[in-house]
């Protein structure tokens, strides 16, 4: 008889995601649903990159990250957040912000440790902080305002409590937290002697709300692991480079993490990503302005089709609610996952059904009336998508 294989893994289905972009490509549907941009990041981090593969520095890289980019993390959360950093040793450079999410866990939880998460939430988070041994202990935001649930909040809280996951800009709500909101989350972070897994990827992707980071708020500075994003900063996703900034004290175990992880980043885009965050502050101004724009684009658009559409105020993404659309008519009584196959196949624009941001599990069915559009895309591919699906709704008049 074989034995078994990892039973969590194994009983984990093909995601979502899998199963909508493979439908895409069947109908040759406008991708709206995986957040990627389809345009190239800036060309001179692209060259710098290239470059730096032919000056004999392809060996390995110090275990955190090489110095320069060390540094220039350190420098930008300096510039950005006003937080003083050491890039000797307390910022650890990974293979992407999922690696560095993954580090962080394996640094903080044990078997039967308690973590704070809020749904809807990131995918990644819920399957690692299980395989560790971690309850979960889910907060959920409610539709169209995403406020903070604080008395739910503060009941999730307990003595067994290790961490809280917070992700600011959120995917896949485009909520950013108001300093109100997290003051109350330190508040609780310091009251049960707790830590704070500060998922911060879409930073410089905020929308008339300015992002600001859990660590900068009072006494967070040595509770938070705060987690930043080349792929997303830089619109080169396919990079895979993240950093991880925390107290030495910290960012010393999730470098051991990392080390049994990957052990080390790629040192050519290390180079170009130190590059990158050393540019002047516009290019920072005009990627969240030009990110507006395509918001802007596809939410009018969407809500001119028939879509209520959710306020958005940052990351790739806007919620819409598909209930005008299923409330009467063919779609009559669809769910989310039904509406978004039908999308596909029919208008030929691709979205993510919102109840993948959901635990599986959980003891509260998940809403069955939002989907997720990306708008990290060509202005006139948006376009093109508004205009499928005012075709497809009008032939269905």
Not at 110 to 126: A, N, Q, R, S
Not at 255 to 283: C, E, I, M
Not at 385 to 391: F, L, Q, T
Request: proline share 6%; hydrophobic share 40%; glycine share 6%.
């Amino acid at each position: 008889m074989t034995k078994t294989l990892n039973q969590n893994l194994a009983a984990q289905p093909t995601t979502i995601f899998t199963l909508m972009s493979e439908l895409a490509r069947q109908h040759d549907a406008i991708n709206l649903g995986q957040g990627f941009p389809d345009t190239e990041g800036p060309q001179d981090m692209v060259r710098v990159a290239a470059d730096a593969l032919l000056d004999n520095r392809n060996q390995y890289a110090p275990l955190t990250g090489l110095p320069e980019l060390r540094q220039a993390v350190a420098d930008a959360s300096l510039r950005f957040q006003g937080l003083a950093v050491s890039p000797d040793s307390e910022v650890v450079v990974t293979s992407g912000a999922t690696e560095a999410l993954a580090a962080a866990f394996l640094a903080l939880i044990e078997p039967g440790d308690e973590v704070v998460l809020m749904e809807p939430l990131y995918d990644t988070y819920l399957p690692v902080i299980r395989q560790l041994g971690g309850i979960p202990r889910l907060v959920r935001l409610e539709a169209p305002d995403w406020a903070l649930p604080r008395k739910a909040l503060e009941e999730a809280f307990s003595a067994r409590t290790k961490a809280i996951v917070l992700n600011s800009p959120m995917n896949p709500t485009g909520k950013v937290f108001s300093i109100e909101e997290l003051d109350f989350i330190a508040d609780l972070v310091r009251r049960h002697d707790t830590y704070a897994v500060c998922d911060e990827v879409y930073e410089h992707l905020a929308f008339g709300a300015p992002h600001v980071s859990l660590m900068t708020r009072p006494g967070m500075r040595e509770r938070c692991l705060r987690i930043g994003s080349a792929g997303k900063s830089f619109s080169l996703t396919g990079w895979k480079v993240g950093y991880v900034t925390a107290t030495a004290e910290l960012a010393s175990v999730v470098s051991k993490a990392h080390q049994n992880l990957v052990f080390a980043t790629a040192p050519n885009l290390q180079r170009a990503v130190a590059f990158g965050l050393n540019k002047d502050g516009t290019y920072f101004t005009d990627l969240a302005r030009d990110m507006d724009k395509k918001r802007l684009i596809l939410s009018t658009g969407l809500e001119r089709t028939g879509f209520r559409v959710l306020p958005c105020q940052g990351s790739y993404f806007v919620m819409a609610d598909i209930t005008p659309f299923t409330q009467d008519g063919p779609q009559s009584g669809m769910d989310d996952v039904a509406f978004s196959r039908l999308l596909t196949q029919q208008a030929r624009v691709t979205t993510i059904p919102a109840s993948a941001f959901y635990d599986p599990d959980g003891q509260t069915p998940p809403p069955r009336n939002l989907i997720r559009f990306a708008f990290c895309k060509r202005e006139e591919v948006l376009l093109e998508a508004v205009a499928r699906i005012e075709a497809w709704k009008n032939s269905r008049a």
